[in-house]
Each structure stands twice: as C-alpha cells, then as structure tokens.
C-alpha cells in the first residue's frame, strides 16, 4: 500500500451560505496534523468558523491563502495520509499515481450528535526532526482585528489582548495604532470582506428592493424601567439579566400578535405573502467584526424570564464570536437597540426579508405631562421601519401604539401572556 493525498475542501457550513473567506491557517507545508486538529478559519457571512481535519496526515500543499474567498466545493489543501497496513485501500491512488476527486467533505464534529468545535479550542503542534523552525505562534485575535492589524502594518504579537482570555480586538490594535510611532501615511485602506462587506451587500438590497417607509412614537416608559428594577431582585430571573429590552421584545411579540403582517414576508418568485406562524426574533448586535443579527427562536413560546435570559445569551455569543453561522440566519423580524449609544432615534434599516424593524431609542429624563401636570418621566423614543408592501401604514401605527401602551403600562400585557 502506498501513502494517499486526500483533499479538504470548503464544507457546506449550513444556511445557504456559498463561500467564505480564509482567515489564517493554524498549519505550514510539512506540518503533521490528527484528526479533528483546527488546522485554520475562514468567515462565512455570519461568523468566524474553526476548520478540523477530517484527516490524519502531513500537509502536502495550502490551496487558498488569508484573504481569498473560495466558494463551498472548493479545495483548501492536501494532505498526505499514511497507508494503513490492515488491508487494501479502495479509496486510494489509481494506478497511475493520480487521486481520485472526490465530495466536499463534511466538517468533522459538526454533524448530528458531534461535540462542538470551540473557536479558540487549542492548536497542537508536533515536532519533526526534518522540518524547518516553525514561525512564532499567531496571536489570538479577532477577525477584526486580524484585518485591522493588516491595514495598518502592525504585529499582532506585540500588542496586548484586553478580551475574554487575552484575545486581541480591533479596540487593541486602534488603541497601540494610536501610540505607535506614525509610520507617515495619511490613510489607511481596508479591504472590504467578511461581515463588512456582507452587511453591505445586505443593507443596499434592502435599501433598494423594500419600500421602506418608518413611524416614530415618543412614549412614558417609567413603568418599564421600575418593573424591571423589580425583575431584577425576583429569584425567576436570577442570572437571566432583565433589560428595558427584555420589555420591549414582549411588547413587539404582543403587538405581532395584534398585527400578523409585521412578521411576514414577500416571495417575490411565488408572488405570494408569506405570514409567519411563529417569531423568530432577531436581536441587532455590535461586535468587533461589525453587525450581526442573532436571533432568538419561536420566541412567541418563552416565558418573561426565558425570553430575557435567550436575548443577552444570543447577544453575548454574537459579541464573542462564538455563535455558529446557524444562529445568525432565519429571523422573521428584528430589533436594534440604538439607545445603548444614547441615540434618540433613526430609521433603521430592514433586514432583508423581513417585514419590520424596531428601534428603541435612548430611555432618558425628560419633562412630561401627567394628569394636566409637568413632571420627570422617563421617556423613550420607538421608531419601526416596514416594508409598505407587507404593511399598510395603520397597521404600523396601531403596532407602534400598541407597543408605546404596553411600554406604559406593561403589567397587563404580561400577565396575559401575550
């Protein structure tokens, strides 16, 4: 039996996702690597993904490099597997030395019942006596500011992580980039790939294929903020991090429930409305490696605590990079918290396909009328953008109406359940 050369390509990562971006590889030509060792990363639209080997072996040759895109199919590298001595291999050489293409291969510990891959799970290198010194290990940083690092020329060696286990953000290298020598350029060029580029292409869309038209409601919210001072101290939501938002998702799950159109969508191809059954709540998140979109499922089914726990779960996964591509598809409608930037309001873009998209403005101290008297209240601003083909403008307004009274007054709705 002779040695085979198997070749890894880019596996379906789920979720209609067609390519990906390279990011690194954790491996060089001549590097022995195990089975299910990480042997580098690539971006998809959605998130950074760890590869592991489906085979044992030694790299023969790198098919793509950091930066490419490569389409899903599409060969990564090879690897020499040793022959084993139990008896003939079908699949190996044919007899005139050459490899037999085969399938894509499926991610090894992705597939049903499989462990998940930790993103930053541990390279392990092992030593050859014949091969050349190995480059100094990669810093662990984020896509971000991989990419960040490599516009501006910097080491990410040499600058100090300040995330969860020392990893390096695009906030640390903005940070040393602001301390280091200037090297006398007057610009700095990033190409426009990963989440960037994709959110791009999202946005522009959406911009121009849904009639987008926005309502804004400005609405006492001082009920809220006390119930949820309340939430906080009661055991039900111990470690499930109350929000005003948590709030505000209850109340836009009320008012979907009022106005089915708001959680729907437009087959353009079938020339038909779908209506959603269920809400899968998208939750418009801020990362490092630009906007994600995390979306909690069949939200319509949580309790108030439930509810509360899965939005700062999900958020926090997005946030840290460690949400599978999978998680950040498939809402069927979104909310974006622009208030935690103390921003009033805008006119938030829809995500594509989608019917609507929540705005929650800044909760802050303003002067209101209560009783034919003026007082200090807190005070929000709503702004919901819909598709006017989806939704007529009295069903947004008796939708942003509905969630200004449930924000006013939140017991009622809450207690019914809806």
Same mark, same amino acid.
């Given at each position: 039996?002779?040695?085979?050369?198997?070749?890894?390509?880019?596996?379906?990562?789920?979720?209609?996702?067609?390519?990906?971006?390279?990011?690194?590889?954790?491996?060089?030509?001549?590097?022995?690597?195990?089975?299910?060792?990480?042997?580098?990363?690539?971006?998809?639209?959605?998130?950074?993904?760890?590869?592991?080997?489906?085979?044992?072996?030694?790299?023969?040759?790198?098919?793509?490099?950091?930066?490419?895109?490569?389409?899903?199919?599409?060969?990564?590298?090879?690897?020499?597997?040793?022959?084993?001595?139990?008896?003939?291999?079908?699949?190996?050489?044919?007899?005139?030395?050459?490899?037999?293409?085969?399938?894509?291969?499926?991610?090894?510990?992705?597939?049903?019942?499989?462990?998940?891959?930790?993103?930053?799970?541990?390279?392990?290198?092992?030593?050859?006596?014949?091969?050349?010194?190995?480059?100094?290990?990669?810093?662990?940083?984020?896509?971000?500011?991989?990419?960040?690092?490599?516009?501006?020329?910097?080491?990410?060696?040499?600058?100090?992580?300040? =995330?969860?286990?020392?990893?390096?953000?695009?906030?640390?290298?903005?940070?040393?980039?602001?301390?280091?020598?200037?090297?006398?350029?007057?610009?700095?060029?990033?190409?426009?790939?990963?989440?960037?580029?994709?959110?791009?292409?999202?946005?522009?869309?959406?911009?121009?294929?849904?009639?987008?038209?926005?309502?804004?409601?400005?609405?006492?919210?001082?009920?809220?903020?006390?119930?949820?001072?309340?939430?906080?101290?009661?055991?039900?939501?111990? =470690?499930?991090?109350?929000?005003?938002?948590?709030?505000?998702?209850?109340?836009?799950?009320?008012?979907?429930?009022?106005?089915?159109?708001?959680?729907?969508?437009?087959?353009?191809?079938?020339?038909?409305?779908?209506?959603?059954?269920?809400?899968?709540? =998208?939750?418009?998140?801020?990362?490092?490696?630009?906007?994600?979109?995390?979306?909690?499922?069949?939200?319509?089914?949580?309790?108030?605590?439930?509810?509360?726990?899965?939005?700062?779960?999900?958020?926090?996964?997005?946030?840290?990079?460690?949400?599978?591509?999978?998680?950040?598809?498939?809402?069927?409608?979104?909310?974006?918290?622009?208030?935690?930037? =103390?921003?009033?309001?805008?006119?938030?873009?829809?995500?594509?396909?989608?019917?609507?998209?929540?705005?929650?403005?800044?909760?802050?101290?303003?002067?209101?009328?209560?009783?034919?008297?003026?007082?200090?209240?807190?005070?929000?601003?709503?702004?919901?953008?819909?598709?006017?083909?989806?939704?007529?403008?009295?069903?947004?307004?008796?939708?942003?109406?509905?969630?200004?009274?449930?924000?006013?007054?939140?017991?009622?709705?809450?207690?019914?359940?809806?």
């Amino acid at each position: 039996m002779t040695d085979s050369v198997e070749e890894f390509r880019l596996p379906d990562l789920g979720e209609g996702l067609t390519d990906a971006e390279v990011l690194s590889w954790s491996v060089a030509v001549g590097d022995r690597v195990e089975l299910n060792q990480v042997i580098g990363e690539v971006e998809t639209a959605k998130a950074a993904v760890e590869l592991p080997s489906p085979f044992a072996g030694s790299v023969v040759e790198l098919l793509a490099s950091p930066g490419d895109t490569v389409p899903v199919g599409a060969p990564l590298l090879r690897i020499r597997v040793e022959a084993s001595t139990d008896g003939p291999d079908p699949d190996g050489p044919d007899s005139d030395g050459t490899v037999a293409e085969r399938p894509p291969q499926v991610l090894v510990g992705y597939g049903p019942g499989a462990p998940p891959v930790s993103r930053r799970g541990r390279r392990r290198d092992v030593a050859r006596p014949d091969a050349p010194a190995s480059p100094p290990a990669r810093a662990d940083a984020k896509p971000a500011a991989r990419r960040e690092a490599a516009a501006r020329g910097l080491d990410l060696a040499a600058i100090t992580g300040t =995330g969860p286990g020392g990893v390096v953000t695009r906030g640390d290298v903005l940070a040393h980039a602001a301390v280091a020598p200037d090297a006398g350029a007057d610009e700095v060029r990033t190409p426009i790939r990963g989440v960037r580029k994709r959110t791009a292409d999202a946005v522009t869309r959406s911009a121009f294929t849904a009639p987008h038209a926005t309502v804004f409601l400005t609405c006492d919210a001082t009920a809220t903020v006390d119930l949820v001072g309340r939430l906080r101290e009661s055991p039900a939501f111990a =470690g499930r991090h109350a929000t005003p938002l948590t709030i505000v998702a209850a109340a836009l799950l009320h008012a979907v429930d009022e106005q089915p159109a708001l959680n729907s969508s437009w087959d353009d191809d079938a020339q038909e409305i779908v209506t959603h059954t269920t809400v899968h709540l =998208g939750i418009a998140t801020a990362t490092d490696d630009g906007l994600k979109v995390p979306v909690v499922r069949d939200a319509q089914e949580l309790s108030l605590p439930d509810l509360a726990g899965s939005i700062a779960a999900s958020a926090e996964r997005a946030r840290t990079g460690v949400a599978a591509p999978a998680e950040l598809v498939g809402s069927t409608i979104s909310i974006t918290n622009v208030g935690v930037f =103390g921003v009033d309001a805008g006119t938030p873009i829809l995500n594509p396909g989608e019917a609507a998209i929540l705005a929650v403005g800044a909760i802050d101290d303003r002067p209101w009328v209560v009783d034919g008297e003026l007082t200090v209240r807190k005070v929000v601003t709503l702004s919901l953008s819909f598709d006017h083909r989806l939704v007529d403008g009295e069903q947004a307004g008796r939708a942003l109406a509905s969630l200004a009274s449930t924000l006013t007054d939140p017991v009622p709705v809450l207690l019914s359940g809806t």
